[in-house]
């Protein structure tokens, strides 16, 4: 008998992983994983986007505007891929790949140079034109942090939970 062929690739599996993450974020606005994979393809760490621990998400808001930033979240919300970086405590990154839904913004590109990670694989890069994506395109830039778009397979994975 032969091996499967129809299995997923290494991408897809972690791309998932990262889907998977996202699923866990309560942001009614935007749901964001990451997975963070070393060079012999071992899952290092996982994140989603939310509040630090201790700040509970039913007491602090999701609003997206305000007139002023304490009442919005994103002057609290911590990113899947800086959630996915403080997570790791036993590996160093460095070498890493970085699975992601959305392309980081320039506070996290700074921790993924900081951290080691080398390349950064993302779904999707819907906010390209802000300043924050562009800091972050320049810093990877900079720093060598080689940034790939996923080519997914358009495989369709059910999972029933």
């Known amino acids: 008998m032969?091996?499967?062929?129809d299995y997923i690739s290494w991408d897809e599996y972690f791309m998932g992983v990262a889907e998977l993450s996202a699923?866990?974020?309560k942001d009614p606005g935007t749901q964001v994983g990451a997975c963070i994979v070393s060079p012999s393809n071992k899952i290092i760490s996982m994140g989603y986007n939310g509040f630090p621990m201790g700040?509970?998400?039913d007491e602090f808001p999701w609003e997206r505007d305000g007139e002023d930033p304490f009442d919005t979240k994103y002057t609290y919300v911590t990113h899947a891929e800086m959630n996915a970086i403080l997570n790791n405590r036993t590996s160093s990154l460095e070498g890493c790949r970085l699975y992601v839904t959305l392309f980081?913004?320039?506070e996290c590109a700074k921790a993924v140079i900081q951290s080691g990670i080398?390349?950064?694989?993302y779904a999707s890069d819907k906010y390209a034109q802000t300043s924050a994506v562009k800091a972050s395109k320049r810093m990877f830039d900079a720093a060598g942090v080689k940034y790939t778009p996923y080519e997914g397979s358009n495989k369709?994975?059910?999972l029933v939970l």
């Open 118 to 121: 080398k390349e950064v694989i």
């Open 55 to 57: 700040c509970s998400d």
């Open 23 to 25: 699923r866990r974020s």
């Open 104 to 106: 980081p913004c320039n």
């Open 156 to 158: 369709e994975i059910l």
């Open 2 to 5: 032969a091996k499967r062929k």
